[in-house]
């Protein structure tokens, strides 16, 4: 009995020590379990700091309490006895310290377990609830935390563990709405939280809502003057909002924070440009790099800065410090090239180009730009063997590849273009322009077979790209495959009415393979109205005559041909065909006779007087 007696004081000790599960009823207040006071049993630290950092860090900060955090075992989950236990009759704080010590051991599940009984026992404690969705939240069970917490807050709207876990648990889920509005009463909660005003800042402008981001910065910048990282963040969230002296005013303050700070300068120099004072912005950044200031974004962008300006002598300048700060910037390289020759300083461009060479004589991108300024001063032996150096150096130097195409085409080697321009669609699958060049190096070759794929596939990626549909409809053509060419050349004119290329390529091909001659002819009238005095034009004209057997007209429109074109071999060769088809035998014959002189084909023409001659 004595025992007895001892037990039920030891109880009553224990009682008095430690307030009522039911606050002595009605709502819990217990001082262990309520929410608002239960932080060395729920977590409170973790889920502070996910107040003060972002939903991100929360999961890691709960997970990290819970034993399962970023490199730690997953947890078991096989039953314990929590429940054994609860049903001989273990009360609501037992089963709660119970739990507790379960998931700080890893038992997941019998820490849930322990919760869930205790939370049948007490079902008005908000301070088991919120225990419940920290489990939850642990292993990722969203749904399952949103359900605990809004339990939770249901019975104490200032829980503050369980808003911040709604919170986390919305955005996991994307409503970031619904995260927002917990935010919103978190901050309202702890007005001094800067942290939070950051988190509710961003996801504002998550959100598109810059003009309630701009002020729930501003107060987190006001509780915490000397952040460097809060400084940047407002200079950057004015500049998105165009404030540009504020934004200037933010930033200036965080590079007194920090000097030298990359980010803050790079940011400071884009807010100086976007107010229209580019000068001070390069000056901000050649200031800092003769301070000794070496980074590589800050010379990058005073480059691309003078380059936007079209300041092209500044811009060769600084692109030099560049690729002598940094000579393994093949961007700045092959950029630095193209600025030597916007500023119509090909020749320095080529000394700074051989010097750097010299240098480094295995820099691939060195050799090709060297390449294209040679080509640009029309070395084209000197361009080809630099070109040839960067392509052997790295074969997969697709712009080296192009460039050697370019030139072997400017050199009269189809055969080696074509085999660059094959590298190079390549390395370039999606580049149209590339399979276009291949396409006409094919043509060149006299390889209009070979043409048609890459053409196809020029337009496949560029549709309406009408050079590529006009080099298609010549293939074609040349392959005799006429139906289709004329299909080509009708959806090139039903692109561009205005293009009389295209209307006397179909004119002229039709009345030389003497097809559709009055749609022949149709078209090449057309086309000699959009440019009258194109002599290869009003040749067609008079060819479709020919064959429509107009004679005296295709004889003036072809006399005509030749004064505007000049001793044409081709108008020569047509002109001798009418003339002898009207019995004008001499002018026949000393007409094709000045087509050989000009380099008409000497079989056909050599045909054409023994037939006349004999008779």
Request: hydrophobic share 45%; glycine share 8%.
């Amino acid at each position: 009995m004595r025992d007895r007696l001892g037990v039920k004081r030891l109880r009553r000790e224990v009682a008095a020590k430690t307030p009522r599960l039911d606050g002595g009823g009605g709502r819990s207040r217990s001082a262990v379990l309520d929410s608002s006071r239960m932080t060395r049993h729920v977590g409170r630290a973790g889920a502070r700091s996910f107040s003060r950092l972002s939903a991100v860090i929360a999961t890691l900060a709960v997970a990290s309490h819970l034993g399962c955090g970023s490199g730690a075992p997953r947890p078991r989950l096989e039953p314990t006895l929590v429940v054994e236990k609860a049903a001989r009759g273990e009360n609501a704080y037992g089963l709660f310290l119970r739990g507790c010590r379960l998931r700080d051991e890893g038992e997941v599940a019998g820490a849930l377990a322990a919760f869930q009984a205790a939370a049948a026992l007490d079902p008005e404690s908000p301070g088991i609830q919120t225990a419940i969705a920290q489990v939850h939240h642990a292993l990722g069970e969203h749904e399952k935390v949103i359900a605990a917490a809004e339990r939770a807050v249901a019975l104490d709207p200032s829980a503050q563990s369980a808003i911040e876990l709604l919170a986390s648990s919305y955005l996991a889920r994307g409503r970031v709405d619904e995260a927002i509005a917990k935010y919103e009463d978190l901050v309202a909660l702890e007005p001094k939280n800067g942290a939070l005003r950051v988190v509710l800042a961003s996801l504002y402008l998550r959100t598109g809502r810059l003009e309630r981001a701009i002020p729930s910065l501003e107060e987190a910048v006001r509780l915490a003057p000397a952040s460097h990282f809060l400084r940047l963040r407002m200079g950057k969230l004015y500049a998105e909002a165009r404030r540009f002296e504020d934004a200037e005013r933010e930033l200036k303050e965080a590079l007194a924070l920090r000097p030298g700070h990359t980010e803050t300068i790079l940011t400071l120099g884009s807010v100086l440009e976007g107010a229209g004072r580019p000068e001070e912005a390069a000056g901000l950044f050649e200031r800092l790099i003769d301070e000794g200031l070496l980074s590589f974004d800050v010379e990058r962008a005073l480059f691309a800065l003078h380059l936007r300006r079209e300041s092209w002598d500044d811009a060769i300048r600084a692109g030099e410090r560049v690729t002598r700060d940094f000579p393994d910037d093949s961007e700045t390289l092959r950029k630095l090239g193209e600025t030597y020759a916007r500023a119509g300083r090909v020749s320095d461009g080529v000394a700074h180009f051989r010097a750097f060479t010299e240098r480094a004589p295995d820099d691939a991108v060195a050799w090709s730009t060297l390449g294209g300024l040679l080509y640009e001063e029309k070395d084209l032996p000197a361009a080809r063997a630099a070109i040839e150096n960067a392509v052997r150096l790295d074969r997969r130097l697709a712009v080296a590849w192009v460039t050697l195409g370019v030139i072997a085409s400017s050199m009269d080697d189809p055969a080696a273009a074509i085999e660059a321009f094959r590298a190079a669609s390549g390395l370039l699958p999606e580049s149209a322009e590339v399979f276009f060049f291949l396409g006409v190096a094919e043509l060149d070759a006299d390889h209009p077979q070979d043409a048609v794929a890459p053409l196809r596939r020029a337009l496949e990626l560029r549709p309406k790209s009408e050079k590529a549909l006009l080099s298609l409809g010549v293939a074609l053509e040349k392959s005799g495959r006429i139906g289709e060419a004329a299909d080509v050349f009708r959806q090139l004119i039903e692109l561009d009415p205005k293009s009389g290329e295209a209307r006397n390529y179909l004119g002229y091909m039709l009345a030389d393979h003497g097809l559709r001659l009055d749609e022949a002819l149709v078209e090449i009238e057309k086309a000699v109205a959009l440019d009258p005095d194109n002599g290869f034009y009003v040749d067609s004209l008079g060819w479709v005559l020919f064959r429509l057997g107009r004679l005296e007209e295709a004889t003036t429109h072809l006399e005509r041909a030749l004064r505007l074109a000049g001793d044409d071999p081709t108008i020569l060769d047509h002109l001798g065909d009418v003339y002898a088809r009207r019995g004008m035998n001499g002018e026949a014959i000393a007409t094709w006779k000045r087509a050989l002189e000009r380099g008409a084909d000497r079989e056909r023409i050599s045909s054409k007087l023994n037939t006349l001659n004999a008779q």
